[in-house]
């Protein structure tokens, strides 16, 4: 079954640019990656540029409407995901605390719908 692991991070939360803590955390992250690749797990994934960069859209009574950065005003924003391939939620828990980010933010787990036209 596959699993998206979505990273929400207080930007304020973070280890900052340069330090020995944000150098810890991006090692964690080629860790994780490392692990989850050797474990044949891993599917996707990538960080997001930050939330100046995004424009939301809705289709309300037939007119697009756009807005500059997300949607949802929150402490923490979406910055990144993973995408696993594993047996059961249990197994992406685990790879989700082996995270960096874990440590501060929060990670999302949650599993894949499984489209297939032939069964609508």
């Known amino acids: ?5 979505l990273i929400y991070t207080s930007p304020d939360a973070e280890p900052v640019y340069g330090t020995p803590e944000f150098q810890a ?13 050797a474990d044949g797990v891993l599917r996707g994934g990538e960080a997001l540029q930050g939330i100046e960069t995004a424009t939301s859209l809705r289709l309300r009574g037939g007119k697009v409407e756009t807005m500059d950065g997300p949607f949802a005003e929150t402490r ?7 995408i696993l391939d ?7 828990l685990r790879y989700a605390a082996l995270l ?3 440590a501060w933010g929060t990670i999302e787990v949650r599993p894949l719908m499984s489209y297939n036209p032939a069964n609508l």
């Open 100 to 102: 960096p980010v874990a």
């Open 86 to 92: 594993v047996p059961d939620l249990d197994a992406a």
């Open 76 to 82: 923490e924003h979406l910055g990144g995901y993973y």
């Open 25 to 37: 955390m991006m090692q964690g992250f080629s860790d994780f990656n490392d692990r989850a690749n």
């Open 1 to 5: 079954m596959q699993y998206m692991l």
